[in-house]
């Protein structure tokens, strides 16, 4: 990524220059510099940018993770806790019912 931004900064340079038709002179090279040194800070300054923004973007999807297993984790002790419930309802229900016999 840096190269990239290196070369197009060196490109932008000898372009300007050559729109002065070769015959640059110290104030045009200076300007051309200046410019170069504006893209080059400005290219640094999105690339920090992209890299927070990735870093971002990592924090999130961690924390999303860990909201998916939670939840995942939540689910299956539901569905356990509602199994439970059925068989104990099972058990409950069937020591209610016993017969007397009379004597």
């Known amino acids: 990524m840096q190269t990239i931004v290196h070369k197009s900064v060196l490109c932008m340079a000898f372009g300007t220059m050559l729109l002065f ?6 104030e045009s090279v200076e300007q051309a510099q200046s410019s170069a040194d504006a893209a080059k800070s400005s290219a640094a300054q ?3 940018a992209a890299q927070s923004a990735q870093a971002a973007a990592q ?3 961690q ?4 909201a ?3 939840a995942q984790s939540a689910a299956a002790k539901s569905v356990e806790m509602a199994h ?4 104990e309802a099972r058990h409950g229900h069937h020591k209610h019912h016993h017969h007397h016999k009379k004597s």
């Open 46 to 48: 999105a690339l920090t």
């Open 21 to 26: 038709g070769g015959c640059a002179t110290k």
């Open 59 to 61: 924090s999130a999807q």
């Open 63 to 66: 924390k999303a993770d860990q």
């Open 84 to 87: 439970e419930e059925r068989a």
């Open 68 to 70: 998916e297993m939670d």
